[in-house]
Every structure is written in structure tokens, then in C-alpha cells.
């Protein structure tokens, strides 16, 4: 019962900036590592950011100094900020994270992936 929803994708102009959210609901325990992923049409998908527990982050090369990943744990919530768009950014942006949930068989957890929003970097 774990839901997953991005926001905040669109149309922007070379250079332009976006932010992406993505708000977790549901039965949540905790929430430990949190990323976003995007996929290229006819590309893989791959990982953008990842922000763990302890607010360590890591980048792909191709965003670093441009994309800024940040968590609100009151809100179960992570955002990314993207500046200086290329058009090369364009895709639709998932987030992942791993969720631990409580139930009648204790604690577990696993991954959960929302359903993607797309953000398209053109003029």
C-alpha cells in the first residue's frame, strides 16, 4: 500500500530549470535510500541522483554541478532541482526508493518506483 508520485515535469527551454517531486504515501515505516532515474526513449534507464539516510548524495557525471537532489523526511518527500537543461535531459524521470513498511509479519522492506513524469528540455 505504498504509493509513489512524481511532479513537477514539463516543457523548458534550453538552459531552463525544473524541480521534481516525489511524495510517498502509505503504510511507511521508514524510508531509507531515495533516488531518481530517468530513460531516454530507446535508452536505458539510468540512475540521475541518490540521497541515502544520511544525506550523503551521489550524481551521474552528466548532472553533476547542474542537478541537486534534497529530502524532506517530515513530508516523505525528495526533490530534485535541474538547472542549465539540456536538451539531452529529456526524459521521463522515475524515482525509487527503498521503503520499510510494518506488518502483521514484522518489518520489511524493499524498493518501490513511481510511475514517471517527462520532462522534455526543448525550444
Known amino acids: 500500500q505504498v504509493q509513489l508520485v512524481e511532479s513537477g515535469g514539463g516543457l523548458v527551454q534550453p538552459g531552463g530549470s525544473l524541480r521534481l517531486s516525489c511524495e510517498a504515501s502509505g503504510s511507511i515505516f521508514r524510508i531509507n535510500s531515495m533516488g531518481w532515474y530517468r530513460q531516454a526513449p530507446g535508452k536505458q534507464r539510468e540512475l540521475v541522483a541518490g540521497i541515502t539516510s544520511a544525506d550523503s548524495t551521489n550524481y551521474a557525471a552528466s548532472v553533476e554541478g547542474r542537478f541537486t537532489i534534497s529530502r524532506d523526511n517530515a513530508k516523505n518527500t525528495v526533490y530534485l532541482q535541474m538547472n542549465s537543461l539540456k536538451p539531452e535531459d529529456t526524459a521521463v524521470y522515475y524515482c525509487?526508493?527503498?521503503?520499510?513498511?510494518?506488518?502483521?509479519?514484522?518489518?520489511?522492506?524493499?524498493?518501490?518506483w513511481g510511475k514517471g513524469t517527462l520532462v522534455t528540455v526543448s525550444s
Open positions: 525509487k526508493e527503498f521503503i520499510e513498511v510494518m506488518s502483521t509479519k514484522g518489518l520489511h522492506g524493499m524498493d518501490y
